[in-house]
């Protein structure tokens, strides 16, 4: 278990209001991602960070942001939540080249 | 577009018995394979992964299979058990190194029937 917390588990908001989450890891992992996924999906990349200050998109970042100011925290931020985004949210962890790890989940409910 | 396909969204086996998951990619890019298990409010966690230089790899009761040329892969669980039962992930890299960005299929959920 590579040790990774992501909060809060459980999230209801409203339309058009900001919502963070977030994710620490206390493996020292170099590399921490943001997917979500949903029925008929499975896990889709939002974003992720190669580093401290260093994040990149992926195939479904519309809508949200990133941040990684310390190793250990990665924060994904809806900056107007939409219907759409009602989604569980997984962070996970990795070292150079190896399988990621994942966290519990964070469900998220837009009404 | 759905790089990584699992068709099969569900699957029951007896318990001794053999389970078959089958996975089927787009990308002729991707060169790393992997199988996620999943059980109920929990992530995934990482079962099993093969490379694109080999055609088989196994781990005790799971063993994964890889066609290239059909751009297929199989993970086979012998004999299935009933903690077993979970939904299992597909998934796809084009590297093995730095960022591993994975693809993931839409998932089988697996029972093992005592």
């Known amino acids: ?111 | 577009d759905q790089q990584v396909k699992q068709n099969s969204p569900s699957l029951s086996v007896q318990e001794g018995r053999i389970s078959i998951l089958n996975c089927d990619y787009t990308n002729s890019m991707f060169d790393y394979f992997l199988w996620y298990k999943k059980y109920p409010a929990e992530g995934p966690t990482f079962l099993i992964s093969i490379s694109s230089i080999k055609d088989k790899n196994e781990d005790g009761r799971f063993t994964v299979f890889l066609n290239k040329s059909a751009k297929h892969l199989s993970l086979h669980i012998v004999p299935s058990q009933p903690g077993d039962s979970a939904v299992y992930f597909c998934a796809a890299s084009a590297e093995i190194t730095g960022a591993n960005n994975l693809f993931f299929g839409t998932g089988t959920r697996l029972t093992v029937i005592p």
């Open chain 1, 1 to 111: 278990d590579a040790g990774i917390t992501q909060s809060p588990r459980h999230k209801v908001t409203e339309t058009g209001t900001p919502v963070t989450l977030r994710c620490h890891q206390t493996e020292n992992h170099r590399y921490m991602y943001w997917y979500r996924q949903d029925p008929g999906h499975g896990l889709r990349l939002i974003h992720y960070s190669y580093g401290v200050k260093d994040t990149d998109k992926g195939e479904v970042s519309d809508g949200y942001s990133v941040s990684r100011s310390k190793t250990e925290d990665f924060l994904l931020t809806l900056e107007s939540a939409t219907s759409s985004q009602t989604s569980v949210y997984f962070c996970a962890t990795s070292r150079e080249g190896s399988p990621l790890h994942f966290g519990n989940g964070t469900r998220l409910t837009v009404t």
